[in-house]
């Protein structure tokens, strides 16, 4: 049962008055929310969370995620409370410029917060991931302990709104959560009923709970509104949170009915205090209803401090109680804890790339399907990678062969054998969560996780993705059926913006290989950078193989796709010193260039081909290998990609020309749609003349 | 009750020898779900569609969405037996180029197609969009009718698929539908229980019924497996969707479980069957199965032919019955005929522009501020103009003021008054479902709809806003705090690729204007095109409005803001005939391009000022006009815009620069985040003189 005592309920109100004087402070914010959850957060940072702020990357912490990032504050304030390092000034510099309190919680920007959270939605999807990494570990590292005695053994908490519970991400990650019977996550659903548009009854009069019955949740009800008076009922919500961490066979929500706001007098359960300062007068009043001196600002009781700073003692022993654990499953699990040590230092085996399968030429393959080798190569020697498919695996080729599926023993089928600690996961029809949850795993485990589809649906994806981008998260999407060459589907399957459309995500590398051997350099490349994500974009249609040297181009024999590390390189070499013009291409189209070349050459016009798989690796290489692959001198060039040409304006500048596509596709077999559409290689040799 | 002779069964077997025959002629393609959802489709199409295959743009009829458009031939087949013109040659051209038949049903490209649909999850939401249109029609031309007899009154009717009931977008949609009580809306969701993965078990295990319970949503199950056996009781299916159109008080959902590919011998009930055509020899077993010769092929009994090509006439009855009705509307309601003759033209009333307010130079005004009196002033003169804001009313400026809110009696709150029939938009959190919805609005009514969110959140609506761009449709998209401009709220919010992810979109018209006399002109223009969807994107932060004269721009005097129309125009010219460099801005950005232009006049360097809110527009001018504006000779170019410059490479050229942003923002204050990210005055000048 809880303990509460009066420095508990103080601590609480200081929460509230904290929050409304930072709001106050800067001018604008989210105060109303991170008043009203004061309690919730208290109790879980205090009650139930297991976390040392002495140590936040902790193997064995409990995550928490705030998927209502706006209310930021709930989250800061527990963080200065519990002892993270943040301190009243940083509160009092809340939403200013360089401070550790922006105005929503950022990842690796301030101790203690596990993900960056805001767009709606996201936090909760995300953390389904956390989950999903927690599971993998526990089966990676100690699959045979006993329920709750690894140190691998956590919950995942998470804190949503009414926004959240809304977006349709977390209805689809919410789906799989129940699937996947994840009762390591438990979600405090804060039904205020409140959001910008005021009384939520004017859009939203679902039955959330039952939503979540029917998902296959453990579902649970706190009102504190329930005796007509509203009575902050802590002890009901902490037994409840109990009850949740406690059933460990699916995944809990506990709707926790408040008002918003609550106990400003005039401006609590209303929408301007969801998003506005409440003004000097209110922040009075309410500091009046909670028996503060209206007169002071960001007052904090040293006795309510320390009290609730025994958060940095109880958490260094809990810790301390864990490593005993952890230390004993060392030294039993020698082989694994040095995989452990060595995925969490993100880095990888030594010689691990030597399993990497090379393609002979001559033999045309989709890069898709040189994909699906690669990851069947290297697996085994990868244990930390894994991932799967929205429903495409043969068509994504992104089953790891003879793995097994990641999923409850029961939902196993007679395509897809596996159990909870499997390798390949099913996100089904669900692409959005498919990129949120990969990117949780990543962040949770620090395994490397990837996820598939169409590239087309890298548009369901891009909320997702833009946040792992902006994370930092070295998550991996893989996305095959990357052009009009994917055929007779149509218009509605066949990217034509969505190669220059990802191109403009900061921090996201879109990577396009040329052909099979390239695919291989390309996965090598992705999975040596842990800063950020990728983007591994593969044609459905056989593509040639080509011939290569071992080193850089020459006049008569290709380069290496060693190359591909360096995002863009000479892939065959002009007749002369100085070519006529440069052909950049990426993916399938690299053969055109290839073809085009040939062509001009005969005709007397020399030109070199440039395979250019990824220009975000290409534009952090220094001036001098730009320079070499593409000199100032030579301006005659041309792109070809089947796609729109904006990311390539740039590149081939105003003396250059793009063969692309700026229009939406059609239906019918590839090879005509690339000839109706004047994608060919006559179109490359003609825009090479024009160009020179 | 159902009349069901053997020539119908006979027809349905039809369609499924058909389905199999198609795919097999091409080679590729999705047989397996035309197969098992014949006798559905039939007998929508046959027994209860009110539709006349005569005039597929008949008012009164009513509407069928196929959401799985990769199932094409379920509603292909239907079409050739129904007599929309479509005829056994074009099914033979299945998936072929220019055949009338393409992989995925194409809107305005087979008479007949209301939809075009692929992108799982799209048609579902999109046709909640056609319920909210035919609720708005009804209430704007014959609100007083009792239910049931007005012309205006007619079906949704919708076929979804496991892979549509579990994107988010659906999800999200049907929650409103819901909440909207959409009566009119029928949704057979067709569980065969299938997808690419194979069992569904794999990765959707949840209680879909009890989910669309939770929504509010009448459900109903009829399971073809319940014996054990597999039966069609096409009788229990017919009387399933009467009560399912009978209840108008909610939406209905009708789970039918299906078997797909039923009865293919080998293949039925297989992932295969999904989405690869069934080989010779199966396609042979299946008509021995149903009594066709396996030697033959698109063999269709002329008697079947016949028998379901009564649907004509019975459709021109229907017609002819409703026309009676709607005569006698038309005589006693003329004013509103009036005004539904204009909408069905799409055109706009005489003068109607004279509405639009001008705004004062001098004060300087949010753009967002300046649309939300765009949209006040107008209303009035144009009734088909609504719509309204996924959760941010007052933020996105979206409300037509004094205007009722479009939703049920009960659901009225404390701040939204409104009914059924009222034309104010609440979309709950879900920028998605609010796109496809206001896609759905325009395709169903020809009404002018729009949906608002913060720029950033059109990344949770591309898929929606792609297909509306696919398809022509004149949706509008408005999207406010459209730059780091939005300050505190840091990075998640901040808009930095969005506007040049946006731009390479084909058939999106991307408008940033920039000021308040540029808001009204764009959205004139916007109103005045109906052939593709456009955003109109706006500042939060308040902006100066330009002192302007009434036609081009002199060395003097700013350009009028109708050059806005042509998507650019010169605001300020330059004091030489021929300027030394051209400022290009947008929205908020052209002061920073008006501001550096004095500086570098007073430092003796000539320097016209383009405000250029729409590329697109810009790049549908005659080169003429395009060469005014930015000659040629002129190759010291400056853009400025706060986002990534991959838009703007092709403007600019090899001497241009561009004052962009090219990370993710932060949180602060937006005056210290422009000066600290180098987004000013001075840096224009600078580049400015870099470039010359």
Redesign the interface.
Known sequence: TLTWTELDQRAVDTVRVLAADAVEK?G??HPGTAMSLAPAAYVLFQKLLRHDPSDPEWTGRDRFVLSP??TSLTLYIQLFLSGYGLELDDLKAL?????LT???P?YRHTKGVEI?????GQGLATAVGFAYGQRRQRGMFDPEAAAGTSPFDHTIWVIAS???L???????AS??A??QELGNLVVIYDENHI??????????????L??Y????WHTQRVDWTKTGKYVEDVAELYSALVAAKAETSKPSIVSLRTIIGYPAPKKQNT?KIHGSALGKDEVAALKEVLGFDPEKHFEVDPEVLEHARGVVQRGAQAHAAWQEGFDAWQASHAEEAAVLERIQARTLPAGWDASLPSFEAGKDLSTRAASGKVLTAIGPVLPELWGG?A?????NNTTIEGAA?F?PES??????KGNPYGRVL?????E??AAAIVNGIVMHSSTRAFSGTFL??S??Q??AV??GA?MGVPAIYVWSHDSIGL???????QP??QL??L?????LDVVRPGDANEVAVAWRTILENTQNPAGIVLTRQNIPVYERGDGPATGTTFGSAEGVARGGYVLAEASTDTPDVILIGTGSEVQLAVEARETLEAQGISARVVSMPCLEWFNAQDAAYRNSVLPRTV?ARVSVEAG????W??IV???GRSVSL???G????YK??YR?FGITADAVVQAAKDSI
Do not use: C, M
């Open positions: 800067v604008n914010g990032g706006h939403r200013t410029w360089g401070s922006p105005g929503h950022e960056t959270t805001g767009p709606l009414d926004g959240d809304q977006e349709g991400v977390t209805s689809e789906s799989l129940g699937h959001s910008i548009e005021d009384d939520t009854d004017v859009a939203f009069t679902e039955d959330v039952k939503r019955e029917a998902y296959g929408g498919s429903d495409l695996a043969e068509s599926s999923i939902r196993q089928t007679a395509s897809w099913h996100f089904g029809i669900r959005h969560a087309i649906f548009d369901y891009k909320p833009r946040l902006l055929g007779e589907d149509g218009p509605t399957h034509v913006e220059a459309s191109r403009t995500i900061p921090g301006r729109v040409s904006q990311s304006q740039g500048g105003d003396a700026e229009h939406f059609a239906s019918a077999d005509t749609l109706e």
